[in-house]
């Protein structure tokens, strides 16, 4: 289904999603103010349209051992053989990241990482990110505090 068309009731719905998904169609009806049997008819045709992708948790990463969060640039190496796209998914892949996106600009990838401390996270960066081939050189900040993290 491609060109999915969104109104405000949509809209309202996949915000309710995103504040707690595991509300029932009954809440998010009696929430939005729109009967139950529409708000399940939405829900399925943004499902089926990739508008809603996953219903997912948020999770208390402090709580569950890794409270250091980081960020790393990384440069692409155009001389070797992989694309930026499979350097970007291999990356993807190692153990405490979070998120990998291709950008523009001095830099090529932008790395989200977690780790138990910025020790941990320097030997992931050390042993496994600047070791990915594809990978010329990455600068690391590390994130003081957060304000706002949006999925």
């Not at 009967?35 to 990463?61: L, N, S």
């Not at 780790?115 to 941990?120: A, C, L, N, Y």
Request: glycine content about 8%; aromatic content about 6%.
């Amino acid at each position: 289904m491609q060109g999915i068309k969104l109104d405000e009731h949509d809209y309202s719905l996949l915000s309710s999603l995103n504040k707690d998904a595991r509300q029932t169609i009954a809440e998010l009806s009696t929430e939005l103010g729109i009967p139950r049997a529409t708000v399940h008819e939405r829900i399925v045709r943004m499902k089926k349209a990739g508008v809603i992708k996953r219903f997912t948790i948020e999770q208390d990463y402090t709580k569950i051992g890794l409270p250091t969060l980081s960020f790393v640039f990384a440069a692409y190496d155009q001389s070797v053989k992989s694309n930026q796209h499979s350097v970007a998914e291999r990356i993807g892949k190692i153990s405490g990241v979070l998120g990998v996106y291709i950008i523009s600009g001095e830099w090529d990838l932008l790395i989200k990482i977690r780790g138990k401390s910025i020790e941990d996270i320097g030997t992931v960066i050390l042993d496994q990110i600047r070791e990915t081939p594809g990978v010329i050189k990455t600068y690391t900040m590390a994130c003081f505090d957060m304000v706002k993290d949006s999925l």
